[in-house]
Every structure is written in structure tokens, then in C-alpha cells.
T-cell receptor, first 110, second 115 residues
Framework: KNEVEQSPQNLTAQEGEFITINCSYS?????LHWLQQHPGGGIVSLFM?????KKHGRLIATINIQEKHSSLHITASHPRDSAVYIC????????????WGAGTKLIIKP | KAGVTQTPRYLIKTRGQQVTLSCSPI?????VSWYQQTPGQGLQFLFE???????NKGNFPGRFSGRQFSNSRSEMNVSTLELGDSALYLC??????????????FGPGTRLTVL
């Protein structure tokens, strides 16, 4: 079993829909990161969470430490949101090494 | 500040050769991490350096090695290249420990093709 699981693996939606991507982990963590990888390969950090909720524009990230679960939400989705979204956690028991999820490929159709 | 730079951007090698990739982090950043990404695969962690010391290492064979210099620039080397080493190699820098909560900034990557 992977220590970081993302769901769904693939998601196709229509422009304007509310999007939710989930990340579950099994290790004790110091922090959780959400990143975005564009089709060209560039990776951008979206959020770092250790508790609660953060919002940036149309993106919202939440984390529930007790349930070992985080969600990334996109409101009013747009075709330019099409990308791979990746979750990564800092493992407290492995010298804070980042453990990466496999990513969720999101396609937003106009 | 300039972003993370990686050189070269593209590289073609043949099996059995060795290759050295370079990464210059954002000025002031002390941590550099390396990742391998093969087509359709997620990021695979190679190693992390902090202030010239290897802090973490992923599950890759000894053919993969790296180092960090006093100016925080980092190099990774792959010896005796195999076809399966063809991948996008990404470097990321952070001020402290990304696993501890610092944001990582990624370079554009070096695309290595092994023929």
C-alpha cells in the first residue's frame, strides 16, 4: 500500500464545475504540499498545509490531521486548470523526507 | 530573484555512457532535491542535499549519485546509462527542509534520452 494515495487518478469535467481532488496518507507528517504540473512539465507549488484550510483565488486546500486526509478544491473550473495535481507529505519518521502521491490528471473541457 | 536553473535542458546519450546534470538553486536556498519522472509516472525522489550534505536518499541504484557545492549548486551523475534512465530529471530548491514545510521551487528539468 502506498503511503500517499490520491484520488481520483484521472478526472474530466466541464468548465465551471466544482472540482475536488483527495489525498490520504498513512504516515505522521510535518507538512503537506499541493503542487501543479503543467502539460509542458513545469511544476508549481500551490499550497503548504500543516493544519486547517488555505485559499488562493479559486483554489482551496484543506487538511484533517486526525483523519490523515487532505482535499484540493477548484471552484468555477477553467480549461487552463487542466494539469496534474500532486500531493506530497513530509514524513516525520524518515527525516522529513517528502513522500509523493502519483498525481491526479485533471482535464477541464470548454 | 532568478528561478531554479538546470543545464542542459536536453541531452542524448547512448547506453553505457555517463552523464552529469547541473542545478543552480534560487539565491539563498540551501536545499536541493533531485527527482526522476518517466513518462506516465509520478515523481521519484532521488536525493536531497542541504549545506553540502546528503540529507535523504531515494531507492535508486548506486549508479545515481550527486553532490552539492559550497555555493549550493548541485550536480547529479548517472554512470553506465541504461535505456530505462531516459526521463525528465527535475531539481527543486528550498530555503530549508521542504518536508518540514518550506516551499520547493522547481527548475524546468533536463530531458535525458538514452539510445
Amino acid at each position: 500500500k502506498n503511503e500517499v494515495e490520491q484520488s481520483p487518478q484521472n478526472l474530466t469535467a466541464q468548465e465551471g464545475e466544482f472540482i475536488t481532488i483527495n489525498c490520504s496518507y498513512s504516515v505522521g507528517i510535518s507538512a503537506l504540499h499541493w503542487l501543479q504540473q503543467h502539460p509542458g512539465g513545469g511544476i508549481v507549488s500551490l499550497f503548504m498545509l500543516s493544519s486547517g484550510k488555505k485559499k488562493h483565488g479559486r483554489l482551496i486546500a484543506t487538511i484533517n490531521i486526525q483523519e490523515k486526509h487532505s482535499s484540493l478544491h477548484i471552484t468555477a473550473s477553467h480549461p487552463r486548470d487542466s494539469a496534474v495535481y500532486i500531493c506530497a507529505v513530509g514524513d516525520m519518521d524518515s527525516n522529513y523526507q517528502l513522500i509523493w502521491g502519483a498525481g491526479t490528471k485533471l482535464i477541464i473541457k470548454p | 530573484k532568478a528561478g531554479v536553473t538546470q543545464t542542459p535542458r536536453y541531452l542524448i546519450k547512448t547506453r553505457g555512457q555517463q552523464v552529469t546534470l547541473s542545478c543552480s538553486p534560487i539565491s539563498g536556498h540551501r536545499s536541493v532535491s533531485w527527482y526522476q519522472q518517466t513518462p506516465g509516472q509520478g515523481l521519484q525522489f532521488l536525493f536531497e542535499y542541504f549545506s553540502e550534505t546528503q540529507r535523504n536518499k531515494g531507492n535508486f541504484p548506486g549508479r545515481f549519485s550527486g553532490r552539492q557545492f559550497s555555493n549550493s549548486r548541485s550536480e547529479m551523475n548517472v554512470s553506465t546509462l541504461e535505456l530505462g534512465d531516459s526521463a525528465l530529471y527535475l531539481c527543486a530548491s528550498s530555503n530549508g527542509h521542504a518536508g518540514g514545510g518550506d516551499t520547493q521551487y522547481f527548475g524546468p528539468g533536463t530531458r535525458l534520452t538514452v539510445l
